[in-house]
Structures are given as structure tokens and as C-alpha cells.
């Protein structure tokens, strides 16, 4: 054993050598929010004053402005065991998952400052609320930006991500029970130098006390991480974080549950409201993006603060592979911690194939602990992605998953589709 270890270790850094760099950035970009999304370049000499090269920008004296939006429409049917059948019903369905709206722009000070707003149809609780919406300012003397406003807490790679530029049609379940927006302050740092990034942030639910997402009067987060591999925005790249949450529980009383990553489907996994006061969440994660292919890993434990109900845990994670057989690469930015949107070099609107992507998850998430019998819920999906250009996606999705709840273990079979627009 010791012998494999010595022959293991030399081999490991021969491989990850030829990557690791002095962590210099050399892909700037203008960062429009948190979640990946970028300000482009105006063309200055091609591009008449006032104008920028793309219909949806423009350059006003104050500051510039960006429209732009999208649309989620998708289908789900299902193929269940007898014992499934049992558990719970299922219908296949369309589904309009949601529909947005967002304006953004950079004040034209010497200082850094951006502003966003967005609203949102929210298909699968049929309401409208605020997306991502607030004003970020650099602050080099810091080695950081901080935003204010509603946006993403911070927890978690995957959960920070845009919802439109992830992998998969949904998030892995462990991360349901983080809000998907909270409102507050984030203060984002990164050094090149190092290699190492973080965020941290305060958030009250002053704005959204009544919307569905918000489920904690108070939050504290924060995540760091370090890029042992990494130079720029397309090279290759090695994150290494973790993630902290403690947030104080809305009126004492919390309800955790989550879809089977279906969201036409039923929630599968539901621990019903019970007592709790407070909960700690902590999560590791780990990707390793290397040209078209990308490893990706996170795990989770969201404890929760309720004497009455044997302080109960819950577990969960995610782990996939996914290979681009186009060849395109899904940049990573390093002042945020994330990866953004694929940019497809041949789109079929142009004669070409679009971006071809193949990835394959599995996922379980295990709300039975302490007094709580919530249900265990795995996945295995494979899912084939077709960027038809930067703006049109399609999904297709398989999924074979098993429930195991009240003594009852049974699997069922997910078929999915989802068509995005955006712009």
C-alpha cells in the first residue's frame, strides 16, 4: 500500500504541473452581477456613439444599459414500479418554469459601479418576485467587490451559479433547503496571487418576509476556495472550497423537501413543518474543468437546531462528469468562484452544429435523522445538452431514481425535455 502511495504521488503532480501557474488572470471581463453573467465591450470604431454593436446595449451619458431576459418552457413523464406507484402519483405535464425580465449598466464613475434589476415568473408557485437586483461596487483596496441588494447567498458553487448556465435541468436536491435568493449585503474577494477567493455576507428577509423563498429571518454565509490549478478564465482549472451557513429560522417552524429533479414532478422527500430554531450548514466542494471535460463534486450537511426532534441532520450531494464533443469550454471566473455560460463557436442559426454536451450526474439527498422521517431520495441522470447558439438551448434529459420512505422503497424512471431562450 505504502509502495502505490509513493508511485501515486509523483504521478499526481507530473500531471497537475504542466497547469499550475502564478494564478495571473489574464481574461478580464466586466462583471454584470453575481451569478456570471458579463458586460461586452463597446466597439468604438464601428459602432456609431450612443450605440453598441448588439441591439439590446446602450451608452447613455450617465451610464450604459443592458435588456435582457429568458424563457424556460419543459416536460416531464415517468415510468414507475408498483411500489412507486404506491408512494406517489405522477402525470406527465408541460410546464412553463419561468419567464424574466432584467436591465443592467455600468455608472460611468471612476470608481467600478454596476447596477442590475430583474423580475421574474416564477411557473412552478405561479408568482412574480424580484430576481437578482442591487448595486455592486469594486473595491480594489479590499481586493474585492460588494454587492447590495437581493441576490444569491453565496453558498455553494452550484447554487451561485445562473440557473440558465448550469449543467443539469435542476440543481442537485442536497442544496434545495439554501434559499435561492436572500436580501443584503456580499463582499466578494479574490487574490490573483494566491489563488484564493471568497465571499461573505449578512441577509434579513425585510423585503421578502411573505415570498415563498424565503424560509430564515436572518442569515450569516460565506464560502472560500483555492485554484491550486489555474491562470485563466478558459484554462484549465482545479477549485477547492467550502461553504458556512448559519441562518435563524423564520417563526421557529421549518419545512425542508425537494422535488426529484423534475420540477413538473410532486415534491418526493418532504420532512413536514417541524420546530427549529436555528440551522448550520456546511458543504466542500470540488471541480476540475480541463478543455471540454469537467469533473465536478459537493457534498452537504444542513444541521438543524431542534432539541424537540433530536437536532436532526441531513446529508446529501451531487457528483458528474461532462464532456463538450464541440470542443467548447465553459469559462470559469475566478472573481466570483463560478463558471458562466458556454459561448458556442459554430451555432446552427449559422450553419453549424451548435455545442454538443454530455454529462452524467448522481445525486441523493437523506432527510431521516433524529425524529424526522423525511424520506432518502437517489439519482442517476444522464443528460445531453444542444447549445444551438449562445441564446437557444435544448435538453434532453433520462433519470432512474429510488424512494425510500415509511419502510417503502420504490424506483421510477424520468423522461425530460426543456427548450431555453434568453438573451
Not at 445525486?363 to 425524529?371: A, N, R, T
Request: net charge positive.
Amino acid at each position: 500500500m505504502k509502495g502505490r502511495r509513493r508511485l501515486f504521488c509523483p504521478l499526481l503532480l507530473g500531471f497537475l504541473l504542466p497547469f499550475i501557474s502564478s494564478g495571473q488572470d489574464t481574461t478580464k471581463v466586466k462583471l454584470n452581477g453575481t451569478e456570471g453573467e458579463v458586460f461586452r465591450d463597446k466597439q468604438t470604431d464601428t459602432v456609431p456613439k450612443g450605440k453598441y454593436a448588439h441591439w439590446n446595449e446602450f451608452d447613455g451619458p450617465l451610464t450604459t444599459l443592458k435588456f435582457g431576459g429568458g424563457f424556460l418552457y419543459e416536460y416531464a413523464a415517468y415510468s414507475q414500479d408498483d411500489v412507486s406507484k404506491q408512494q406517489i402519483d405522477l402525470e406527465p405535464d408541460f410546464k412553463m418554469r419561468d419567464f424574466r425580465v432584467t436591465m443592467s449598466g455600468k455608472f460611468k464613475f471612476d470608481r467600478d459601479v454596476s447596477w442590475k434589476i430583474g423580475i421574474m415568473y416564477d411557473g412552478s408557485t405561479s408568482s412574480w418576485f424580484m430576481r437578482e437586483s442591487g448595486l455592486m461596487f469594486g473595491l480594489p483596496e479590499i481586493s474585492g467587490k460588494v454587492f447590495v441588494g437581493r441576490t444569491k447567498e453565496g453558498y455553494s458553487l452550484n447554487k451561485v451559479m445562473n440557473g440558465y448556465s448550469i449543467w443539469f435541468m435542476e440543481r442537485d436536491m442536497a442544496i434545495d433547503i439554501i434559499p435561492i435568493l436572500a436580501d443584503g449585503i456580499k463582499y466578494l474577494g479574490y487574490l490573483p496571487k494566491q489563488r484564493l477567493l471568497w465571499n461573505v455576507g449578512y441577509f434579513g428577509d425585510w423585503l421578502s418576509h411573505n415570498q415563498s423563498f424565503s424560509t430564515y429571518s436572518s442569515t450569516i454565509a460565506a464560502r472560500v476556495a483555492f485554484l491550486p490549478v489555474y491562470s485563466s478564465a478558459f484554462k484549465p482549472v482545479l477549485h477547492v472550497g467550502v461553504s458556512f451557513r448559519h441562518g435563524v429560522v423564520e417563526d421557529g417552524a421549518l419545512l425542508v423537501r425537494s422535488r426529484p429533479e423534475a420540477n413538473p414532478a410532486p415534491y418526493f422527500i418532504d420532512t413536514k413543518k417541524f420546530s427549529v430554531k436555528s440551522s448550520d450548514h456546511f458543504g466542500g466542494e470540488l471541480y476540475y474543468r480541463n478543455g471540454p471535460f469537467i469533473f465536478g463534486t459537493e457534498w452537504n450537511s444542513h444541521m438543524m437546531n431542534s432539541p424537540e426532534n433530536d437536532n436532526p441532520v441531513f446529508t446529501g450531494g451531487e457528483v458528474f462528469i461532462g464532456y463538450t464533443f464541440t470542443g467548447e469550454v465553459k469559462p470559469y471566473f475566478a472573481e466570483l468562484g463560478i463558471f458562466s455560460f458556454i459561448k458556442v463557436k459554430r451555432p446552427v442559426f449559422k450553419g453549424g452544429p451548435g455545442a454538443w454536451e454530455l454529462v452524467v450526474r448522481y445525486s441523493k439527498l437523506d432527510l431521516d435523522d433524529g425524529k424526522i422521517s423525511g424520506g432518502t431520495f437517489w439519482r442517476i441522470t444522464p443528460n445531453l445538452n444542444w447549445y444551438m447558439s449562445d441564446n437557444v438551448h435544448f435538453f434532453l434529459t433520462y433519470g432512474y431514481g429510488k424512494l425510500n420512505r415509511y419502510g417503502l422503497e420504490g424506483a421510477t424512471q424520468f423522461f425530460q425535455t426543456r427548450i431555453l431562450f434568453m438573451l
